[in-house]
């Protein structure tokens, strides 16, 4: 072999291995089982496996807080504040170990994961056009959250419910708004009966009065608000933050939470 043909081997090897790396998939850590993997956009950063795992919830059996099955906590509340929320996926295991990742050992990095399944919450609850506004210049649609108190905002460093919410606004165009606050610190409500849960929660969520005067002056004559958490269990906590807001404001009040 000459030199020239020496020289002319190794560009064409060095080419082709260029090539074969801009048309190969390229490998991620799985958010999730971080390991290393070809991962989709529609994957939402996680690999294959992890992805076929998620348990969305396809079709809602209740028509008022979106469960996939039977629902006797909606059938006993008295009174419902906001007309309908809606939940991306089931509580299982699964979901429970990304969770609480996220939400007890603080990695952040998975804000955008949660935030992108919201949407699928999101239009799960446009397809029951019956109950949403018209879209009019009138009617301003708008995201707000659960707020956390501030001796649990010491504890974890951020309030899920407030990334996630920030999160889907990017996603839908939406602006994010803090519209309520919490007056008094609560236990995990998860482990109370729903009883429990219903005198807790109790005159625990107050309005924002600063947002109030703003948005009291908007030329909109009503709102659509989406209050955004991160799991749905009884809805004890979105039905009253949801008697608030509607305590002080014309407007549709739907939820849209993560799991359910």
């Given at each position: 072999m000459s030199y020239r043909q020496f020289v002319g081997a190794i560009w064409m090897k060095k080419a082709l291995g260029a090539m074969h790396s801009l048309l190969s998939p390229r490998k991620e850590e799985c958010l999730l089982c971080k390991q290393n993997s070809v991962l989709q956009v529609n994957e939402l950063g996680l690999c294959h496996s992890c992805y076929t795992r998620i348990p969305w919830i396809r079709q809602a059996l209740c028509p008022t807080c979106g469960r996939g099955e039977?629902?006797?906590?909606?059938?006993?509340?008295?009174?419902?504040?906001?007309?309908?929320?809606?939940?991306?996926?089931?509580?299982d295991e699964?979901?429970?170990?990304?969770?609480?990742?996220?939400?007890?050992r603080g990695d952040e990095r998975l804000k955008g994961v949660l935030g992108q399944m919201l949407v699928h919450s999101y239009r799960l609850l446009q397809m029951d056009r019956d109950t949403l506004h018209a879209k009019s210049d009138s009617v301003q649609e708008l995201i707000t959250f659960v707020p956390v108190s501030e001796r649990r905002m010491l504890e974890r460093g951020f309030n899920q419910a407030e990334q996630m919410?920030?999160?889907?606004?990017?996603?839908?165009?939406?602006?994010?708004?803090?519209?309520?606050?919490?007056?008094?610190?609560t236990d995990k409500q998860s482990f109370k009966k729903r009883s429990e849960r219903l005198d807790d929660l109790e005159h625990v969520f107050e309005l924002n009065e600063a947002i109030h005067d703003e948005m009291v002056g908007c030329p909109a004559s009503s709102f659509v608000i989406y209050i955004v958490d991160d799991v749905y269990t009884t809805?004890?906590?979105?039905?009253?933050?949801?008697?608030?807001?509607?305590?002080?404001?014309?407007?549709?009040?739907?939820?849209?939470?993560?799991?359910?």
């Open positions: 039977t629902c006797s906590d909606c059938q006993r509340r008295q009174h419902s504040y906001f007309l309908r929320s809606r939940s991306a996926v089931r509580y699964t979901m429970k170990g990304l969770l609480a990742r996220y939400k007890y919410a920030v999160e889907l606004g990017k996603r839908l165009g939406l602006p994010v708004v803090r519209l309520l606050t919490r007056s008094k610190h809805g004890s906590t979105m039905n009253q933050c949801a008697k608030v807001l509607r305590a002080y404001f014309s407007a549709e009040i739907f939820g849209l939470t993560w799991a359910r």
